[in-house]
């Protein structure tokens, strides 16, 4: 069953049309990825479905309701939150601090309790922060700073999670534990979406993706298929590329 459908969406960004009929569904209680090329509209069709850039035409579904133009303080309160790209943490403010930032719609709503647990299996996830939860968000390295930005969408109680560039300026190693904590989230019966330029990675978690070039789907389908693929080997994976 599909969570999230986008049908024929076209949007501009920066004075330039970054998206052109953009149609591609994400499935519940999977990953799908969203791969391509720095300028191929990755990020602007995540800031669409979120409410922060307008679409010029098309529909977006979410949970079988039309959110096209939905403001993105509604799409979050609906269960549909973004772990941005650069992580935009708040550096002055402490870990916990941030986390509780995160719950602030579910906080004025009186849902205390429930907040309390979820930063309770926050803190279960991601160990490091529970570890550092006083501390300045700032003096976290940059793979602690992504879980933390991860963990704060978290609080939200989201249905789907849009992951954007999660891997950028991440050590391999550090990367590879950042994807194993996206796996479980799968797991745990999140839907995610995920824009990613390491493609082999995406892929290897990923249920199934889409390719964007130019604003355009270009190729679709499962992350076998993709990674099948001869086009997206040569583009994307290196001319010597085998599966391990």
């Given amino acids: 069953m599909s969570l999230l459908r986008l049908s024929s969406i076209t949007a501009d960004y920066g004075g330039l049309q970054a998206l052109r009929g953009i149609s591609l569904h994400a499935d519940e209680g999977q990953i799908t990825a969203l791969l391509g090329a720095n300028g191929a509209g990755k990020s602007t069709t995540l800031n669409v479905i979120c409410g922060l850039v307008a679409s010029k035409a098309g529909q977006v579904i979410f949970d079988d309701e039309d959110i096209t133009g939905e403001t993105p303080e509604r799409l979050v309160q609906m269960g549909l939150t973004q772990v941005p790209e650069g992580r935009q943490i708040f550096g002055e403010l402490s870990v916990r601090d941030n986390l509780l930032l995160g719950a602030y719609w579910r906080l004025c709503r009186g849902q205390k309790s429930q907040v309390q647990d979820d930063l309770q299996e926050v803190g279960e996830l991601f160990p490091v922060l529970s570890q550092t939860a006083e501390r300045s968000a700032a003096t976290l390295s940059g793979g602690e700073q992504q879980m933390l930005a991860i963990g704060r969408a978290l609080m939200s109680a989201p249905r789907l999670l849009l992951l954007d560039e999660p891997s950028s300026g991440l050590a391999p190693r550090t990367m590879a534990e950042v994807f194993h904590k996206i796996q479980m989230l799968r797991e745990q019966g999140t839907t995610i979406l995920l824009v990613e330029q390491n493609v082999s990675a995406a892929l290897q978690i990923a249920d199934r ?33 085998q599966e391990v």
């Fill in 209 to 241: 993706g889409y390719v964007l070039e130019v604003g355009q789907v270009v190729l679709e389908g499962t992350s076998d298929e993709l990674l099948a693929n001869r086009d997206v080997q040569r583009a994307y994976l290196g001319k010597d590329y």
